[in-house]
């Protein structure tokens, strides 16, 4: 993706952080079509040329401050803990982290707008995926072929498809009329786990 623009002066991260907050406040309200750089400017509290100075445009603007949220997100394992620790440890370490991210109108009111955008502004979707998706996807594919070996997950089965069911039981969960909170979407991701053959029944809260 494009990157803020960088000349004159050294920038000044409260600045970035206060233009950042309010286009992604705008995005989730708004949409990428309702949100407009002098509606982004007002909100952060800064001129209008100090927001053009750094992105050119509201949809590079959006795409960034999506990066921005996402880079404070800490649901998924990192790599260390992949490499050492079985996946029932790991589920158990996210688990609460997931599901309260879940439940978080911020975050479903988030990927709401991004899907919106996905056919008319596609790099938003592309931030969304190469940030946010592909790093969980990556984990979730170390830990099935750890339950592959220790017998929890069938050998044969396509680890792409169980990747897919997982990502879309959650989204279709979350982006419902009547979204459950943090503690029923915490049963519910246990629940896709043990279908899965990431936990097994009897385990959990």
Do not use: C
Request: aromatic fraction near 6%.
């Amino acid at each position: 993706m494009t990157k803020p623009r960088s000349r004159g002066r050294p920038r000044d991260p409260e600045v970035d952080a206060a233009i950042l907050r309010a286009a992604l406040d705008l995005f989730v309200e708004r949409g990428i079509e309702g949100m407009s750089m002098e509606q982004v400017a007002k909100r952060a509290g800064v001129g209008k040329l100090t927001v053009y100075r750094r992105w050119s445009s509201k949809e590079t603007l959006a795409a960034h401050a999506i990066e921005w949220k996402i880079a404070q997100i800490h649901d998924a394992p990192s790599n260390a803990e992949l490499a050492q620790a079985n996946p029932l440890q790991l589920l158990e370490r996210t688990l609460d982290a997931s599901a309260e991210l879940a439940a978080s109108h911020e975050f479903r009111a988030m990927v709401a707008r991004i899907f919106g955008s996905s056919v008319s502004h596609p790099s938003l979707m592309a931030t969304y995926w190469k940030h946010y998706i592909l790093p969980r996807r990556d984990a979730a594919r170390v830990m099935l072929e750890q339950g592959q070996r220790a017998g929890t997950v069938p050998p044969d089965a396509d680890l792409d498809v169980l990747i897919d069911m997982m990502a879309g039981a959650v989204v279709y969960r979350v982006l419902q009329p009547d979204p459950p909170d943090a503690t029923e979407m915490r049963r519910y991701l246990e629940e896709i786990y043990r279908q899965i053959g990431l936990l097994p029944y009897g385990s959990g809260g």
